[in-house]
């Protein structure tokens, strides 16, 4: 049984990575996996479990879809530009104001969305501009703005990688924003503070000048009011469970679209901007599909329990010392794909030891991100490259990264190993 599992697991990675060699996308690259896998599984081509396995994360797409048309409402309607410049005027001046806020504004698309690639298209233009008047390199811009995406993905309230590994165990994502917002909040500062402390203070007329420039009307009120909408129908539902009527994140975030398209004093093209919002999204939607998909198959043919059976057996020291080459390397090929062929059974490993799930899972999903910058996929290293502009080699940007990623790895493993101790940060 195990050899003919085995046997199913090899087609599978053999015909991703032939397909991937062929320069196909990784999205069909995993849905060829996924047929090769039924078809030497004896199962044909299994059309109720490609549909099935198609809308398993239907409800996280659209979390990403309505979150996403927000923020990109908000930065139609002039919002972002708003917010940047007025806080470059006040705090131009000073340097260790100003990285702390430009750190929230890095790591709040993402942490909305869950995807940081909404982060570098929403945020990382502006933020490029202000670091490059303030004598930062394109290439520590790059690595600044990259890393900043990845932590923001894995912030919460949308953390993507924890939202499918809660999935696969059928374990409710509840607990884990203060075991993800504390670390990603403060990993995210040390990282600001070592790419660009050594810079220089803004050149404020320069840089206002190349920001864009937001309609006279907009104002602090009409930018913080989808949020303060969003964050109380978040608080009613936990505060009186009881008594609020269940919205949903998605419902949640087109209140939010709805009060920013209503509050804008530019005229929007709603139709427009969401079209152009399923465009940007499509390459997330196809992933998430396929990864249902390719998770589907894997179950019915054992490969899942396979792998689950096989990373459960090693011994305890491998498996958390080789996490942080692990993690990112399963991201790089499987992207989002990695949280539930990994992260299930390394959950549950860890909790059938007495680790605390939740938290352990909030380590893991702090290292994950970090394999976005690596081939084959590497989209946000590259997506943040081609938004800074930088002209230099891709390794270079990686080298920068360095620092900050080792010490991101450091702390997710601490988490894991201490989880238990930390268990606290899941109750409040």
């Known amino acids: 049984?195990?050899?003919?599992?085995?046997?199913?697991?090899?087609?599978?990675?053999?015909?991703?990575?032939?397909?991937?060699?062929?320069?196909?996308?990784?999205?069909?690259?995993?849905?060829?996996a996924a047929?090769?896998?039924?078809l030497a599984g004896g199962e044909g081509i299994p059309i109720r479990h490609i549909g099935e396995g198609a809308f398993t994360y239907f409800d996280i797409i659209l979390i990403f879809?309505?979150?996403?048309?927000?923020m990109n409402l908000l930065k139609q309607s002039g919002g972002i530009s708003f917010a940047v410049r007025k806080i470059l005027i006040r705090f131009h001046r000073k340097k260790a104001i100003l990285f702390v806020l430009m750190t929230f504004l890095l790591l709040l698309p993402g942490a909305l969305t869950g995807a940081g690639s909404v982060t570098v298209l929403i945020m990382g233009g502006m933020i490029s501009i202000v670091l490059s008047y303030m004598g930062l390199s394109r290439v520590k811009a790059t690595a600044l703005i990259f890393i900043l995406a990845g932590l923001s993905a894995a912030a919460p309230p949308v953390s993507l990688w924890a939202m499918l590994t809660a999935a696969g165990i059928n374990m409710p994502y509840v607990g884990f924003f203060l075991p993800l917002l504390i670390p990603c909040v403060l990993l995210g500062l040390v990282t600001m503070f070592v790419l660009a402390w050594k810079s220089k203070p803004v050149d404020l007329k320069k840089a206002l000048k190349e920001l864009p420039e937001p309609p006279g009307e907009m104002n602090w009120i009409r930018v913080s009011l989808p949020f303060a909408a969003f964050f109380l129908l978040v608080f009613a539902g936990r505060a009186w469970p009881h008594s609020s009527p269940i919205l949903g994140l998605p419902m949640m975030f087109m209140v939010s679209a709805g009060l920013s398209f209503v509050l804008?004093?530019?005229?929007?093209?709603?139709?427009?901007?969401?079209?152009?919002?399923?465009?940007?999204?499509?390459?997330l939607i196809g992933t998430l599909t396929c990864v249902g998909i390719l998770v589907q198959i894997m179950t019915l043919t054992g490969v899942r329990g396979l792998i689950a059976i096989t990373t459960v057996t090693l011994p305890l020291t491998v498996v958390i010392l080789t996490m942080p080459l692990v993690l990112p390397v399963s991201e790089a090929v499987l992207m989002w794909g990695a949280a539930p062929v990994l992260g299930v059974p390394l959950v549950l490993l860890?909790?059938?030891?007495?680790?605390?799930?939740?938290?352990?899972?909030?380590?893991?999903?702090?290292?994950?991100?970090?394999?976005?910058?690596?081939?084959?996929t590497a989209i946000i290293g590259r997506l943040a490259k081609e938004t800074v502009q930088m002209k230099k080699p891709y390794p270079r940007m990686l080298k920068h990264c360095l620092i900050p990623a080792l010490i991101i790895m450091v702390v997710g493993i601490l988490m894991i190993v201490f989880s238990k101790k930390l268990g606290f940060l899941t109750m409040l």
């Open 1 to 32: 049984m195990f050899t003919s599992t085995e046997i199913i697991l090899a087609v599978m990675v053999v015909t991703y990575i032939i397909v991937r060699a062929l320069k196909i996308s990784t999205e069909l690259s995993m849905f060829a």
């Open 35 to 38: 047929v090769s896998g039924a």
């Open 65 to 70: 879809i309505t979150a996403t048309l927000f």
């Open 264 to 283: 804008s004093p530019a005229k929007l093209n709603f139709l427009k901007i969401s079209r152009d919002t399923i465009h940007q999204l499509l390459p």
């Open 350 to 376: 860890f909790n059938t030891i007495g680790l605390n799930p939740i938290v352990a899972l909030a380590g893991m999903s702090l290292i994950w991100p970090l394999g976005d910058a690596l081939p084959p």
